[in-house]
């Protein structure tokens, strides 16, 4: 029995079967035949027959050899316990894929056997945090490899600045300038001036802004020191306590203090001088006192208003209206000043005048034996003088008499 020869040129040289052939034999050579055609591949194919096994490794889509990772991956003291170094292993034919460069990463090996510490210059996008300690082996090498770029963990400046601004405008459109405590745009502020001087000036200022126009809101109405919380003098103290140095500050600050003394001029030439209630040169001048305290301004609205005062007197005690009519009286006015002022010796001179002539007038009536008419004026100027000396006399006598 003939057997055709193989096609495959290389075996058809070597092998020439004729005549019969018992199972034995051809076994042999069908092995034979495989052999040889499996040896023609892998001369001519040999990365056909690369080893895959257990020890290839997938991370990230990517598959890595795990004798390559362990070169890659080394500790500069294996006794210590810190966080293992973060580092990008080698990567197989099964990607092409590079990276950004990175810098070498060395790799301790044993004494005897120098090994080549550098990464693969083909690296996947993503890095590889090593978990456990690894060594090289006397046979391992690892290719040079461009440096690359490990991303940071933490977030970057600009971004934290790009959040502090988004946070500050939030809680200023919401109107939480310095309050309430840990969300506020005052404290967003002043941890943004940590990171961007620039940018948190912006966010001050429209904090100021705020502040600056309530308060001329303020003072358009004549709430300058009252009621307690809404008026332009806390609105000041405000600014002051976070921006003492800053121009709208002081501009709040001129403004309400040139508007006091406008105000306080005007009630004194309208002759409001203490009167009517809330609205008079008086009331300002002690607002006055709160925005600008010993200041000479103020001191000359005070002695406006005691001048004007004394002129009122004097003109209702030449119309002899001592204590009446109510309102528009010397008592009421010399009184008025001595509130002002304690001790203004014209406004005392002057009610211990008034005090007199009622005396002399109660005198001529006990002089007339009209004693009831005569206590009627020693009455008149007990009250304006309870401890006039005269008059407590003549009172004793007169109810003598009575």
């Known amino acids: 029995m003939n057997i055709n020869p193989p096609s495959d040129p ?19 050579i069908s092995g034979l035949c495989v052999v040889s055609l499996v040896g023609a591949i892998y001369y001519f194919y040999p990365n056909l ?7 290839t ?11 390559e990772i362990t070169q890659s991956l080394a500790f500069a003291d294996k006794e210590t316990t810190s966080t293992p170094l973060e580092i990008v292993p080698a990567i197989t034919e099964t990607s092409n894929r590079s990276v950004p460069k990175t810098d070498d990463i060395s790799v301790p090996i044993e004494k005897s056997k120098p090994v080549d510490t550098k990464i693969p210059a083909t690296v996947p996008t993503k890095s590889i945090v090593a978990t456990t300690e ?11 490899a461009e440096p690359t770029t490990v991303p940071e963990s933490s977030p970057k400046p600009i971004d934290q600045v790009e959040r502090l601004l988004t946070k500050a405008n939030r ?17 967003t502020y002043q941890e943004l001036s940590q990171l961007e001087p620039q940018s948190a000036q912006r966010v001050l200022d429209g904090i100021v802004a705020w502040y600056f126009k309530l308060g001329q809101k303020y003072i358009n109405r ?4 009252q009621p307690k919380y809404g008026n332009a003098h806390a609105m000041y103290q405000k600014l002051l306590d976070i921006a ?15 508007t006091l003394e406008q105000r306080a001029v005007q009630y004194l030439q309208e002759d409001k001088v203490t009167t009517p209630k809330g609205k008079n040169a008086y009331t300002i001048y002690q607002q006055m006192l709160t925005v600008i305290p010993q200041s000479e301004k103020a001191q000359g609205i005070l002695e406006s208003i005691l001048q004007r005062l004394l002129t009122r007197a004097n003109r209702q005690m030449s119309k002899q209206s001592y204590t009446t009519p109510k309102d528009d009286n010397a008592v009421d006015t010399y009184r008025q000043i001595l509130k002002i002022s304690p001790n203004h ?8 005048e008034i005090a007199n002539r009622y005396y002399k007038l109660a005198t001529i009536k006990k002089g007339q034996a009209r004693y009831k008419d005569s206590m009627t004026w020693i009455k008149k100027g007990l009250q304006v003088q309870p401890d006039h000396p005269a008059l407590n006399q003549l009172r004793r006598e007169v109810l003598e008499k009575l």
């Open 10 to 28: 290389v075996i058809k040289k070597r092998v020439s079967i004729t005549g019969d052939t018992s199972p034995v034999k051809w076994t042999i």
């Open 171 to 187: 809680q200023i459109a919401r109107e939480r300038f310095t309050s309430p405590k840990g969300d506020n745009a005052y404290e």
């Open 345 to 352: 010796v014209e406004a005392q001179n002057g009610l211990n």
């Open 49 to 55: 027959f690369q080893k895959v096994d257990d020890s």
């Open 134 to 144: 690894l060594t090289a082996t006397e046979s391992t090498t690892v290719p040079a």
């Open 244 to 258: 003492p140095k800053h121009n709208s500050t002081q501009a709040l600050f001129n403004e309400m203090s040139g």
């Open 222 to 225: 004549d709430r300058f020191t």
């Open 57 to 67: 490794q997938v991370y990230a889509g990517y598959e890595y050899e795990s004798s």
